[in-house]
């Protein structure tokens, strides 16, 4: 790196300096443009003259643009006496030349499209193709000497920057103003990224770079033309920290080292469906519970060791006998015990009970949020009358679940603790009416909120079915 330096012949006198270059898209070629008219060749890796332009010079004047296709076949070159030539890279014979209206001050090409952009001392900039050799489009209305020019990477839009601080934005294919803003300070450079999200300047009495996202890659962005009289705003430039010509005062200054986090409200909107953020161990797996046990249960029980009982219940007589214990023989009666009244009721019901008094059931989501799924389990197992809970417990809890899908918060918790509860107490919901009229409510809530969230999912994939399909 450095080992060369591309000295012509003519940068030896001290009025000459280079005015124009360009490398080719190979990156093996450098073309040098200079004040005196004359336009060389170089090899990028030896540092060899590999030619020049013309017989003494490629212009008369100064040379103010040189640009080189992308398949190395055309070099073409402008100078500041009005003309723009084409010539054969490769044996450096003129092939064109095209007289322009006013002398250009730069000149730029997009390889792909075969663009070429020209701005003109006059304020005005030329669009023209290299394979017809025509003039395609014309723009004016800068108000001062055009600094710069760039493509965007489809060639779609030229953009110009101009000492009359504004920058402005030219649809290609329609040949009208699409935008323009006005900066502070004069642009004298600037240029687009190749996925084009951004564009970069650089300005007058300013060090930095400047970064501008292109908006219309992420939101609608209406591209009509701009009428011929529309004024542009100015806008500030870009920037990190405070200016030094902004004074504060002292009394509004107060050091802190702590950063300002950002709170994000618990639902952003109420439209929204919006979930509890809590792990999904917690209600992931309610319904598979029964299979975990079974996993989890070891291959043979623990062993309890054979002893005698310290006291033996025997029979009184004559000769004291072995009392074994009665066993019932009925095959009709339950197992199962009806605690009643004498059940001790958790939390849990007792928050439910008061819901159902002043409709708020806000403390018993928060006692079930807290819970692990066994816990949640065993909570809800215990609404049943049969476990120590009631119909109005149970109905308590079903408008609990409807209260969650009204308000689309802790979407996920409602739907799994309402399948829990419809997995262990379905057999008994039938019988009851107050029961089954809040089961029909709540199954026309589901089913409004499914069908809502299952419109947004067909179009958020249509959306990305077509990004990924469409060729753009």
């Known amino acids: 790196i450095g080992a060369y330096f591309l000295k012509p012949k003519e940068l030896k006198k001290d009025d000459i300096t280079a005015t124009a270059v360009d490398?080719?898209?190979?990156?093996?070629?450098?073309?040098?443009?200079?004040?005196?008219?004359?336009?060389?060749?170089?090899?990028?890796?030896?540092?060899?003259?590999?030619?020049?332009?013309?017989?003494?010079?490629?212009?008369k004047g100064s040379v103010r643009g040189v640009a080189v296709d992308g398949l190395n076949q055309l070099t073409i070159t402008t100078g500041s006496e009005g003309l723009l030539k084409f010539w054969n890279f490769k044996n450096k014979i003129l092939i064109h030349s095209v007289s322009l209206d006013s002398s250009p001050n730069m000149m730029l090409l997009h390889r792909d499209s075969g663009i070429l952009g020209l701005a003109l001392d006059d304020f005005s900039i030329s669009v023209l193709d290299i394979e017809t050799r025509k003039i395609v489009r014309e723009f004016s209305g800068h108000q001062g000497q055009i600094n710069d020019l760039t493509f965007s990477p489809d060639g779609r839009w030229l953009i110009s920057a101009s000492m009359d601080c504004s920058v402005r934005t030219w649809d290609l294919p329609s040949g009208c103003l699409i935008d323009s803003f006005l900066l502070d300070s004069a642009p004298l450079n600037i240029t687009m990224s190749p996925t084009g999200d951004f564009l970069a300047t650089s300005h007058v009495d300013h060090l930095g770079i400047y970064l501008w996202s292109n908006i219309s890659l992420y939101s609608v962005v209406s591209l009509r033309p701009l009428p011929t009289d529309y004024v542009p705003s100015v806008v500030m430039l870009p920037g990190t920290c405070q200016t030094q010509d902004v004074e504060l005062l002292e009394e509004t200054i107060e050091p802190s080292d702590e950063m300002i986090e950002y709170d994000s409200p618990e639902q952003?909107?109420?439209?929204?469906?919006?979930?509890?953020?809590?792990?999904e161990s917690r209600w992931k797996n309610l319904l598979n519970l029964d299979v975990i046990k079974k996993k989890n249960k070891p291959k043979e029980p623990p062993k309890v060791?054979?002893?005698?009982?310290?006291?033996?219940?025997?029979?009184?007589?004559?000769?004291?006998?072995?009392?074994?214990?009665?066993?019932?023989?009925?095959?009709?009666?339950?197992?199962?015990?009806?605690?009643?009244?004498?059940?001790q009721k958790s939390d849990f019901c007792l928050k439910l009970e008061e819901g159902l008094v002043n409709n708020k059931y806000e403390a018993a989501l928060n006692l079930l949020k807290e819970l692990g799924p066994s816990g949640i389990e065993t909570e809800l197992r215990s609404l049943s009358p049969d476990c120590g809970g009631s119909v109005e417990v149970m109905q308590s809890f079903l408008k609990m679940i409807g209260m969650m899908l009204d308000r689309k918060r802790d979407f996920e918790l409602a739907q799994a603790y309402l399948a829990l509860f419809l997995k262990l107490h379905l057999k008994?919901?039938?019988?009851?009416?107050?029961?089954?009229?809040?089961?029909?409510?709540?199954?026309?809530?589901?089913?409004?909120?499914?069908i809502h969230l299952q419109s947004l999912f067909n179009q958020s994939m249509c959306i990305l079915n077509y990004i990924k399909s469409a060729l753009l």
């Open 305 to 343: 060791p054979k002893s005698a009982p310290f006291f033996i219940p025997t029979v009184p007589g004559l000769v004291p006998r072995y009392a074994a214990p009665e066993q019932n023989n009925d095959p009709h009666q339950s197992k199962v015990v009806n605690l009643g009244i004498l059940a």
């Open 23 to 59: 490398i080719t898209s190979c990156g093996n070629f450098a073309v040098i443009g200079l004040s005196s008219g004359a336009v060389d060749v170089y090899n990028m890796q030896s540092g060899i003259h590999r030619g020049s332009f013309g017989e003494d010079q490629a212009h």
């Open 268 to 279: 952003l909107n109420e439209q929204l469906v919006t979930l509890s953020l809590l792990p």
């Open 428 to 450: 008994m919901l039938p019988s009851e009416p107050v029961l089954l009229e809040e089961m029909t409510k709540l199954s026309s809530q589901v089913e409004e909120n499914w």
